[in-house]
């Protein structure tokens, strides 16, 4: 089947409103014409009117219309990530000048996986604030999943992720920051806390908190058991929450988990969990810094992106799978 011919790029250009692209975004995060133009402050008429003269421009319809609300359809989810993309830079745009006028300042959005945060993010955001202290800084913490979604909807300005999750990993440009270390702990009333030594065959006796499945440190411990031959943890409690996952362990007196090492070594400072005496074999991806490709970089950005590099542990880069 042949695909219609899209209109040019003049006639789009042209034709194309800022308030158009407002309204899809309002449209899709609400699910509704009627509340999009509450949200907007305009009327429902001036709404369907806006949202019609959108699609004559694009020559296609956006969303499927249902009884209970509006759901966009592949191309109204391309049409709108490019939506928030151009909001973005219009922020970044306004910010940036204000920044100028100023001699400071500025906005960034940064995310990262929870391994990053103390290993990298927290001292180079740190020292960041330092030197530029009219800066305002977002920080996100996620899985590389959620990241890389945010990043491409241009809701971050950067990542601190892995790559190899993306489904369209041409979209980004990786550049190596760590070689992640792991460490598998319990809380501070499991029996086996202060053990001189422990085995995989002890662990998986005892339930276990896990991250959801096909994120890094799950497939690590997963080839783990397999190669010794041991079954996968059952009836496990699942979380792509790391907070959540340190709160169970604290309270717990028979939950077990793997974190990075650095986590570890944080909440185990703060008598929240206790790190056992067993190293894993196997090696979890590096993670590193991830940008939109050809996105511009603001000037907060390249400095945080300079201070990130000093924070990273190793000397020997390592290419992410994905990169």
Same mark, same amino acid.
């Given at each position: 089947?042949? $695909?219609?011919? #899209?209109?040019? &790029?003049? %006639?789009? =250009?042209?034709?194309?409103?800022?308030?158009?692209?407002?309204?899809?975004? +309002?449209?899709?995060?609400?699910?509704?014409?009627?509340?999009?133009?509450e949200q907007l402050s305009?009327?429902?008429?001036?709404?369907?009117?806006?949202?019609?003269?959108?699609?004559?421009?694009?020559?296609?319809?956006l969303f499927v219309r249902h009884p209970h609300g509006l759901e966009a359809n592949e191309l109204g989810r391309c049409v709108i990530r490019y939506a928030r993309l151009i909001g973005t830079d219009l922020d970044h745009l306004r910010e940036e000048m204000t920044g100028i006028l100023r001699g400071q300042g500025g906005r960034l959005a940064v995310g990262a996986i929870a391994g990053a945060l103390p290993t990298v993010l927290v001292q180079a955001?740190?020292?960041?604030?330092?030197?530029?202290?009219?800066?305002?800084i977002e920080v996100?913490?996620?899985? $590389?999943?959620? #990241?890389?979604? &945010?990043? %491409?909807? =241009?809701?971050?300005?950067?990542?601190?992720?892995?790559?190899?999750?993306? +489904?369209?990993?041409?979209?980004f440009e990786f550049e190596w920051l760590c070689d992640e270390k792991?460490?598998?702990?319990?809380?501070?009333?499991?029996?086996?806390?202060?053990?001189a030594e422990v085995s995989l065959e002890q662990l998986v006796a005892y339930p276990w908190v896990l991250f959801p499945s096909h994120m890094p440190l799950r497939t690590l411990l997963e080839r783990e058991l397999l190669e010794a031959g041991l079954a996968f943890p059952a009836h496990a409690i699942e979380t792509s929450s790391v907070f959540a996952s340190v709160l169970l362990l604290a309270e717990s007196d028979a939950l077990v988990a793997l974190f990075s090492a650095e986590t570890v070594d944080f909440f185990e400072r703060h008598q929240m969990m206790k790190r056992l005496p067993l190293e894993l074999v196997a090696r979890v991806e590096p993670y590193g810094i991830i940008r939109r490709r050809g996105s511009p970089v603001s000037p907060g950005a390249a400095i945080l992106i300079e201070e990130l590099r000093r924070e990273a542990v190793s000397d020997e880069p390592v290419p992410a799978p994905g990169a």
């Open positions: 089947m042949s $695909s219609p011919d #899209l209109p040019s &790029l003049h %006639a789009i =250009g042209s034709r194309l409103r800022f308030r158009q692209l407002r309204l899809l975004i +309002a449209i899709d995060e609400s699910g509704s014409l009627h509340r999009a133009a305009i009327t429902q008429p001036g709404a369907s009117k806006a949202l019609r003269e959108l699609e004559e421009t694009f020559g296609a319809d955001v740190r020292r960041l604030k330092a030197s530029q202290p009219s800066i305002s996100f913490e996620d899985t $590389s999943a959620r #990241l890389l979604q &945010l990043l %491409a909807e =241009g809701r971050l300005d950067l990542a601190i992720g892995r790559t190899s999750v993306a +489904a369209q990993p041409e979209l792991v460490g598998i702990a319990v809380g501070p009333k499991h029996p086996l806390a202060d053990a």
